[in-house]
């Protein structure tokens, strides 16, 4: 291989080089030289891997075998030292890790040694405290010495005679318990009750106490209860339904006082329950409080559908609703059969029940949740839905009877030139809706303002549409006031729309102070969806009227048509001198004017400010859109 400068030496080179020819062999000198390395690195590797090649790497491995195992035994002996060492190591740590775990047992045995010897000497000196207890009637005390070892194995700490004398004790104080707890029971004492009562929880017989005192309470409760039934049954025999007289008692009024008197017992029970037995017994308080409501107001509304024939009524009800509307004849035979108005009475009591049990209803979720714990299953729930669905049957037969019967009648108009049955109509309309409002259930509520809408849209629309169309029909032979009719009945959409809103008003009102609570605002957005429709039912009477205005006013513009004769026979093609004379004299405007205001006259009395508005609008328009045209056919100067 021949010898060649390194890359470092021509580098001075390059630098001073600036002729084309050096730079020319300069750069041919080193493509040979790279060249020879090429060739150089090939002849290596071929080397390497031919026989020769492969001999000489043995010899050197040999000399490695031979010459590294000399220069690596010092280290070799110092890592065998080391190791040793680290095993010497171990072996003392394990032995004194076991000495340590040997001491934590005995120390572990001296303090249960010692905890036991403590529980022998206390639980000795409890035999004699007990019995002292007992015999100065410091139950509390004795309830206290005996907790505190109900845990132990009292038959191996103590010797067998000590531990019998000790169960003695404890059996002992629970036979006191329950005798004074039974006379405390007799004498009505609430105080001593609670006391016994309590004392089960030391024992460890919590559920024993806590059972006993809920059954005492239930008792309270159910003497009470039955004593205002009794009332209820003997004013049962001296009134009928509907009754106003306060010394009577009513079904409302003897549930309603129930639910005043669970709520009273659950409210003023809460917080000792919790100090008593723990607040998860608050729970067991509940169940038992709902169970024995369920007991007492069940009674009570099985009388009221009893003494009332509800189910009986209901079942009426719900023939006449299988009646075809057009079947006339046979709807007016059930419908003399059960009269709605023996229903009001019966429909405000059953509004005035589901108030009360809706009331009582919020007031044990309310505990429930205070308590976190699961409402309690009720029978009371269950039987307020069917009288709640009887409820709604009955009031939207209610209405729909009560509003045709109110439509019918035809009596003279009232001094607003309205129709009386409107008034009638509506005040219905607002009495069963004030009544399911009064019932303070969400679903009631939706059920009859769904059913308002039907009436209004279906049938009370109806019949004005008919009346307006066969008043408006009869005009031209109408003599006096009658020729007025279909005035009125204008006057009956417009106050209907306006009756409409302020049924809607009212209702929002009293949603919002009855569901005013958080946990209400699914049933107030249920509600104000029920609400709405009552506005778009608003708005349909609007559109009706303001069809048949139209079409109204449509009839008497031909009438009218005539005042503008003078100005179809005016010439607008003027001299200098005409037109002065018109500044002057007009010739139609004034008694335009005049003929058009007393051609008005006669509706301003007979119709409302606003539907005369609308009228007067309606006619200038058209009469207006008469001129345009016949400007237009004019030719001006």
Same mark, same amino acid.
């Given at each position: 291989?021949?010898?060649?400068?390194?890359?470092?030496?021509?580098?001075?080179?390059?630098?001073?080089?600036?002729?084309?020819?050096?730079?020319?062999?300069?750069?041919?000198?080193?493509?040979?030289?790279?060249?020879?390395?090429?060739?150089?690195?090939?002849?290596?590797?071929?080397?390497?891997?031919?026989?020769?090649?492969?001999?000489?790497?043995?010899?050197?491995?040999?000399?490695?075998?031979?010459?590294?195992?000399?220069?690596?035994?010092?280290?070799?002996?110092?890592?065998?030292?080391?190791?040793?060492?680290?095993?010497?190591?171990?072996?003392?740590?394990?032995?004194?890790?076991?000495?340590?775990?040997?001491? !934590?047992?005995?120390?572990?045995?001296?303090?249960?040694?010692?905890?036991?010897?403590?529980?022998?000497?206390?639980?000795?000196?409890?035999?004699?405290?007990?019995?002292?207890?007992?015999?100065?009637?410091?139950?509390?005390?004795?309830?206290?010495?005996?907790?505190?070892?109900?845990?132990?194995?009292?038959?191996?700490?103590?010797?067998?005679?000590?531990?019998?004398?000790?169960?003695?004790?404890?059996?002992?104080?629970?036979?006191?318990?329950?005798?004074?707890?039974?006379?405390?029971?007799?004498?009505?004492?609430?105080?001593?009750?609670?006391?016994?009562?309590?004392?089960?929880?030391?024992?460890?017989?919590?559920?024993?106490?806590?059972?006993?005192?809920?059954?005492?309470?239930?008792?309270?409760?159910? !003497?009470?209860?039955?004593?205002?039934?009794?009332?209820?049954?003997?004013?049962?025999?001296?009134?009928?339904?509907?009754?106003?007289?306060?010394?009577?008692?009513?079904?409302?009024?003897?549930?309603?006082?129930?639910?005043?008197?669970?709520?009273?017992?659950?409210?003023?029970?809460?917080?000792?329950?919790?100090?008593?037995?723990?607040? !998860?017994?608050?729970?067991?308080?509940?169940?038992?409080?709902?169970?024995?409501?369920?007991?007492?107001?069940?009674?009570?509304?099985?009388?009221?559908?009893?003494?009332?024939?509800?189910?009986?009524?209901?079942? !009426?009800?719900?023939?006449?609703?299988?009646?075809?509307?057009?079947?006339?004849?046979?709807?007016?035979?059930?419908?003399?059969?059960?009269?709605?108005?023996?229903?009001?009475?019966?429909?405000?009591?059953?509004?005035?029940?589901?108030?009360?049990?809706?009331?009582?209803?919020?007031?044990?979720?309310?505990?429930?949740?205070?308590?976190?714990?699961?409402?309690?299953?009720?029978?009371?729930?269950?039987?307020?839905?069917?009288?709640?669905?009887?409820?709604?049957?009955?009031?939207?037969?209610?209405?729909?009877?009560?509003?045709?019967?109110?439509?019918?009648?035809?009596?003279?108009?009232?001094?607003?030139?309205?129709?009386?049955?409107?008034?009638?109509?509506?005040?219905?309309?607002?009495?069963?809706?004030?009544?399911?409002?009064?019932?303070?259930?969400?679903?009631?509520?939706?059920?009859?303002?769904?059913?308002?809408?039907?009436?209004?849209?279906?049938?009370?629309?109806?019949?004005?549409?008919?009346?307006?169309?066969?008043?408006?029909?009869?005009?031209?032979?109408?003599?006096?006031?009658?020729?007025?009719?279909?005035?009125?009945?204008?006057?009956?959409?417009?106050?209907?729309?306006?009756?409409?809103?302020?049924?809607?008003?009212?209702?929002?009102?009293?949603?919002?102070?009855?569901?005013?609570?958080?946990?209400?605002?699914?049933?107030?957005?249920?509600?104000?969806?029920?609400?709405?429709?009552?506005?778009?039912?608003?708005?349909?009477?609007?559109?009706?009227?303001?069809?048949?205005?139209?079409?109204?006013?449509?009839?008497?513009?031909?009438?009218?048509?005539?005042?503008?004769?003078?100005?179809?026979?005016?010439?607008?093609?003027?001299?200098?001198?005409?037109?002065?004379?018109?500044?002057?004299?007009?010739?139609?405007?004034?008694?335009?004017?005049?003929?058009?205001?007393?051609?008005?006259?006669?509706?301003?009395?007979?119709?409302?400010?606003?539907?005369?508005?609308?009228?007067?609008?309606?006619?200038?328009?058209?009469?207006?859109?008469?001129?345009?045209?016949?400007?237009?056919?004019?030719?001006?100067?």
């Amino acid at each position: 291989m021949s010898s060649t400068p390194s890359f470092d030496f021509f580098i001075p080179e390059v630098q001073d080089i600036n002729d084309l020819t050096e730079i020319s062999n300069l750069l041919a000198h080193t493509i040979k030289r790279q060249q020879t390395i090429d060739n150089d690195l090939v002849k290596l590797i071929n080397e390497g891997f031919s026989g020769e090649g492969l001999r000489g790497m043995v010899e050197r491995m040999d000399t490695l075998e031979t010459t590294i195992p000399t220069k690596l035994q010092p280290i070799n002996r110092k890592s065998q030292d080391l190791a040793k060492t680290i095993d010497d190591t171990t072996y003392l740590a394990e032995t004194i890790s076991k000495k340590v775990r040997d001491l !934590d047992t005995v120390r572990a045995r001296v303090k249960a040694t010692l905890s036991k010897v403590g529980d022998i000497i206390d639980l000795s000196d409890c035999i004699d405290a007990v019995n002292q207890a007992l015999k100065q009637e410091h139950y509390e005390v004795a309830a206290t010495h005996l907790q505190r070892y109900l845990h132990l194995d009292i038959d191996q700490v103590l010797e067998p005679s000590s531990a019998m004398m000790l169960n003695n004790a404890k059996s002992q104080l629970k036979a006191i318990l329950k005798e004074k707890l039974e006379k405390a029971l007799s004498n009505d004492n609430p105080d001593e009750i609670r006391r016994f009562c309590k004392l089960y929880v030391p024992l460890g017989q919590k559920e024993e106490g806590l059972t006993r005192y809920c059954h005492y309470l239930r008792r309270i409760c159910s !003497d009470e209860a039955e004593l205002s039934f009794r009332s209820l049954l003997k004013s049962m025999g001296k009134s009928a339904v509907g009754t106003t007289d306060p010394s009577l008692t009513t079904c409302v009024a003897s549930i309603t006082q129930l639910f005043e008197n669970v709520a009273k017992i659950i409210e003023d029970q809460f917080p000792i329950i919790e100090e008593s037995f723990g607040a !998860d017994s608050q729970e067991i308080l509940l169940k038992n409080m709902q169970q024995q409501c369920d007991i007492h107001s069940s009674k009570i509304l099985d009388l009221f559908l009893e003494q009332y024939s509800v189910m009986k009524r209901v079942q !009426d009800v719900s023939v006449v609703s299988r009646i075809a509307p057009m079947d006339r004849e046979a709807r007016e035979k059930e419908f003399l059969r059960l009269d709605p108005r023996e229903l009001g009475p019966i429909l405000d009591e059953m509004a005035s029940i589901s108030k009360s049990a809706e009331y009582y209803d919020r007031f044990i979720k309310r505990k429930a949740k205070q308590a976190q714990c699961p409402v309690p299953l009720s029978d009371l729930n269950r039987k307020m839905q069917e009288i709640l669905s009887n409820y709604i049957l009955l009031e939207e037969y209610f209405m729909m009877e009560s509003v045709q019967k109110a439509m019918k009648t035809d009596e003279a108009p009232t001094e607003n030139h309205t129709s009386p049955f409107v008034d009638y109509v509506f005040f219905i309309l607002q009495k069963s809706a004030s009544r399911a409002m009064e019932s303070a259930s969400a679903n009631a509520l939706c059920a009859i303002v769904n059913h308002t809408n039907t009436c209004l849209n279906r049938d009370y629309k109806e019949v004005l549409q008919h009346l307006f169309r066969e008043a408006a029909g009869k005009n031209q032979i109408a003599k006096g006031d009658r020729k007025y009719d279909h005035l009125v009945l204008l006057n009956n959409m417009e106050i209907s729309v306006e009756f409409i809103k302020k049924l809607k008003r009212d209702l929002e009102n009293s949603c919002n102070r009855l569901f005013s609570s958080g946990s209400a605002d699914e049933y107030l957005a249920m509600i104000n969806t029920c609400l709405a429709d009552l506005m778009d039912t608003s708005n349909n009477f609007k559109k009706m009227l303001a069809e048949n205005m139209d079409q109204f006013s449509a009839s008497i513009t031909p009438r009218i048509r005539s005042l503008l004769d003078i100005f179809s026979s005016m010439s607008y093609d003027l001299t200098e001198i005409d037109y002065q004379n018109n500044e002057i004299n007009d010739p139609w405007v004034t008694q335009f004017i005049g003929d058009v205001t007393t051609f008005l006259q006669p509706f301003s009395s007979h119709l409302t400010p606003s539907n005369h508005d609308l009228l007067v609008h309606l006619i200038l328009s058209k009469l207006t859109r008469r001129m345009e045209k016949l400007l237009f056919q004019k030719k001006v100067s």
